[in-house]
Nanobody, 125 residues
Framework: QVQLVESGGGLVQAGGSLRLSCAAS????????MGWFRQAPGNEREFVAA????????YYADSVKARFTISRNNAKNTVYLQMNSLKPEDTAVYYC??????????????????WGQGTQVTVSS
């Protein structure tokens, strides 16, 4: 069992930055591929970024590539999402998730075993 708690969301102007954190419980954090997803009102949950168990590989949605960076610290059981050059269309609830699957499957929400409660990110124009 893994419990995930996101933090770091908030209100920011377009062009600004935010850093999301996701703290995981348990001693097996390094066994999980970690991902970030987001969901805007009226939209389906969409993949944002994922990182492999040992942090050697990452994968991003085209919409955030070159603006967002996912990272993890296995010693601290934490995964991060650094978001730069934010746009109003980035406004959503952001969720972190954990899967025992490999990175190449990490874009699919149904592959994830555990989810956090989400943190709101609002980007004003």
């Amino acid at each position: 069992q893994v419990q995930l708690v996101e933090s770091g969301g908030g209100l920011v102007q377009a062009g600004g930055s935010l850093r999301l954190s996701c703290a995981a419980s348990g001693r097996t954090f390094s066994m999980y591929t970690m991902g970030w997803f987001r969901q805007a009102p009226g939209n389906e949950r969409e993949f944002v970024a994922a990182i492999s168990r040992d942090a050697s590989s990452t994968y991003y949605a085209d919409s955030v590539k070159a603006r967002f960076t996912i990272s993890r610290n296995n010693a601290k059981n934490t995964v991060y999402l650094q978001m730069n050059s934010l746009k109003p269309e980035d406004t959503a609830v952001y969720y972190c998730a954990a899967t025992t699957g490999l990175l190449y499957m990490a874009t699919h929400a149904q592959m994830y075993d555990y989810w956090g409660q989400g943190t709101q990110v609002t980007v004003s124009s």
